[in-house]
């Protein structure tokens, strides 16, 4: 596999100078310069294929000549040690539920997957790297997870002290080994900044093999394809076009999805359900990408007003507003409606939303309601409603099932280096490691 820079399509790289940089340094993404498609006899039969048969046979199509098969399947199987059920939650609707990973939200795939084909070209360079991560909360626990004990890879983790919450805090602190949590006196803007400065500083970046691990790197796309496939396993015996709603943020869970329809799986249409960070909605309608200021909802891991993925959907669609539209509406809904719908759905049928799986829910109906043929209609269920329990109103709250998952952090001892928002301290720090 070979990616291009989506600012200039003659910058050409490896899959593993993109997995390792992260970003091209003219501020583009990285885009496989070709997305092959599977054949027809993998569709004819994909619903006999487990999970991770079918990652396995994706992940082969799209690096073919890069990694031995052999290396794929070590990946594949020890990254993808969970499955992603399509829960029927009335009639014709389904809750692919991605959260049953170690952190209990479906960036689990992501992580563990780039961390595992990190380890692997790690071992082929005898080299170690530091990875340095931002978080306000969600993406670094799932990335500490990702990541604990791998080979080659330490990882530092900078949060708000005092601005995550406790469950999120201990996701972050009580694993150890290779992981080391630093609670900064600061914001999460505080953080991010930090971290950008340790990537400009040419002692550091001479002396520590500094590498990243945000949402845009393409190691965590490919990982993210593999449940829409699986999902078509599952519900092809219903014999009717599958539609998918997306909670999105980031956008990458959405353009996975769209990958994997390029690759050739059959999919009726996407939604992108957005809360009132509804920047890609704005687009839709205007055809004019206008970033703007997050706001704080209900589903906080969706608050993104300047969605990164945004450029590599566009350019998915020969950057036209039309080729976009074809394939994806856009809905958007406020915390009352999304409250709403989360009592009427478990009033209904004794099933439990996450704010951010609501949301998913609520664009899925709205787009099926515009259409005449009958279609199968799959929301995706980012994370365990445990994770939100704060979200919810007091009798609901009692209703939700705490995984042991989260139960057991509660008696780990949290284990952070507490550090004042200053550089100098951070890069002290680095250095001593
Ligand atoms: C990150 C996240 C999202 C948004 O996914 P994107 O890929 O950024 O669009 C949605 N729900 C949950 C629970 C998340 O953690």
Do not use: W
Request: with cysteine; proline share 5%.
């Amino acid at each position: 596999m070979q990616l291009y820079s989506t600012n200039n399509p003659n910058h050409i790289v490896s899959l593993e100078e993109a997995v390792f940089k992260g970003l091209p340094p003219d501020n583009g993404l990285y885009m496989p310069t070709n997305i092959p498609t599977l054949p027809k006899s993998f569709f004819d039969t994909i619903e006999n294929l487990s999970m991770q048969e079918i990652a396995f046979e994706v992940t082969k199509t799209l690096l073919k000549g890069y990694i031995s098969d052999v290396d794929i399947k070590k990946i594949i199987d020890e990254a993808i040690t969970f499955t992603a059920p399509a829960v029927q939650v009335h009639d014709n609707i389904y809750s692919l539920e991605l959260y049953h990973g170690p952190t209990l939200a479906f960036k689990d795939f992501g992580a563990r997957f780039m961390s595992k084909l990190m380890a692997y070209f790690l071992e082929k360079q005898a080299s170690n790297i530091n990875i340095l991560v931002a978080t306000s909360g969600d993406t670094g626990g799932a990335v500490a997870s990702g990541f604990y004990k791998t080979n080659g890879i330490k990882v530092t983790i900078l949060y708000p002290s005092g601005k995550v919450s406790t469950l999120q805090e201990k996701q972050l602190t009580t694993l150890g080994e290779n992981i080391t949590a630093l609670e900064i006196d600061g914001t999460f803007d505080d953080c991010q900044k930090l971290v950008k400065t340790a990537f400009l500083d040419a002692e550091l970046t001479q002396k520590l093999n500094l590498s990243s691990a945000n949402s845009i790197n393409i190691a965590r796309l490919i990982p993210q394809s593999f449940y829409y496939f699986n999902t078509y396993a599952q519900l092809k015996k219903l014999g009717k076009p599958i539609v998918f709603s997306i909670p999105s943020g980031n956008f990458g869970n959405i353009c996975a999805g769209l990958m994997a329809q390029k690759m050739g799986l059959p999919v009726h249409h996407f939604v992108a359900s957005v809360n009132a960070n509804d920047t890609f909605v704005q687009f839709l309608k205007t055809g004019e990408y206008k970033p703007k200021p997050s706001v704080a909802t209900l589903s906080n891991a969706m608050d993104v007003g300047n969605p990164s993925n945004f450029v590599r959907i566009f350019e998915l669609f020969g950057k036209t507003a039309d080729g976009v539209r074809n394939a994806v509406s856009g809905f958007s809904y406020d915390d009352d409606i999304t409250r709403k719908i989360t009592r009427e759905i478990y009033n209904k049928t004794g099933y439990l939303m996450d704010p951010h799986g609501a949301v998913g829910y609520l664009g899925l109906m709205d787009y099926l309601k515009t259409q005449k043929t009958e279609l199968t209609g799959v929301f995706l269920h980012t994370a365990h409603p445990a994770k939100f329990i704060d979200t919810f109103e007091t009798d609901l709250k009692s209703k939700v099932e705490i995984p042991f998952e989260l139960s057991k952090l509660a008696n780990k001892p949290k284990v952070s280096i507490k550090m004042a928002n200053n550089f100098g301290d951070f890069k002290t720090f680095l250095l001593k490691k």
